[in-house]
């Protein structure tokens, strides 16, 4: 796989505050992270250490207190909230814990929603959502409600729905904090598949084994990044051949 030279992402000195002066908390406190496409990067470490925070001021969900966000050579802190919408629709996908699929909508109507209301022709629209459940192995079940969906086929669905149109980035936050061990390996083999296409994923988490298969394990605590480790060349791969095997 060719990788551009830019980062997709980059942050300089991230900070996000919350409370007073009297009382403040560093909820991101000074962090620095560069992307390249094609990689992945799990992001983990004790409940309330910034994780999620982070991951909302990256996808332009929240504003920071201070420092750089770049997506895509776009500056994130100077955007204005219209152009963050655009950038969320576009540039940026979202996966989360809870699936967030609307329960009246069929699985390709979930997916298909952002590409509309992005302004693609509702004929491209199903053509792509449908691609993409064929690309997660839910094409048989399009026309299915959410309540007719396993956990971890809804997980598929939000994921195949963050791809609809074209982002750069894939946030996912807890993608597997609510499935059995059954779907999370689906959910891992997919995510596996994506970045073998080149996509660029941040994946916040708990499991240890979306960690032992990232490109790079980002340890955070207390808002702070503790450690950043690249790993080496066929590691990864000789995890997840291990857990196929199993």
């Known amino acids: 796989m060719i ?25 991101v406190n000074g962090v620095d992270l560069q992307l390249q496409r094609g990689e992945t990067v799990a992001i983990m470490g004790p409940s309330g250490c910034g994780k999620s925070t982070l991951l909302h001021l990256l996808g ?7 420092g750089e966000i770049q997506v895509d050579g776009q500056s994130l802190t100077r955007m204005s909230e219209k152009a963050l919408a655009k950038l969320r629709r576009t540039t940026v996908g979202f996966v989360f814990q809870a699936f967030h699929l609307m329960d009246e909508l069929t699985a390709v109507e979930n997916v298909e929603l952002p590409a509309l209301v992005a302004g693609t022709a509702p004929k491209s629209a199903r053509a792509r959502a449908l691609q993409l459940l064929e690309q997660v192995g839910l094409s048989d079940r399009a026309n299915f409600l ?3 969906l396993s956990g971890g086929q809804k997980q598929r669905v939000g994921v195949a729905r963050s791809l609809i149109n074209d982002p750069v980035l894939v946030l996912a936050d807890e993608p597997t904090g609510n499935l059995d061990s059954a779907a999370t390996d689906d959910v891992l083999r997919l995510f ?8 660029t994923l941040v994946l ?8 032992d298969t990232a490109d790079r394990l980002v340890t955070m605590r207390d808002g702070e990044f503790l ?14 051949d291990l857990e196929r095997e199993v």
């Not at 332009?60 to 201070?66: F, N």
């Not at 916040?204 to 960690?211: A, L, M, N, S």
């Not at 450690?227 to 997840?240: F, H, I, P, Q």
């Open 146 to 148: 959410p309540s007719a």
């Open 192 to 199: 596996d598949k994506l970045r073998d296409a080149g996509q």
């Open 60 to 66: 332009g969900l929240e504003r920071p207190s201070d």
């Open 204 to 211: 916040v988490t708990h499991d240890q084994r979306i960690g």
């Open 3 to 27: 990788l551009s030279n830019e980062p997709v992402l980059v942050t300089h000195s991230l900070q996000k505050d919350f409370g007073t002066a009297a009382a403040v908390v560093h909820a």
């Open 227 to 240: 450690d950043d480790v690249r790993r080496a060349s066929g590691s990864r791969t000789a995890v997840l």
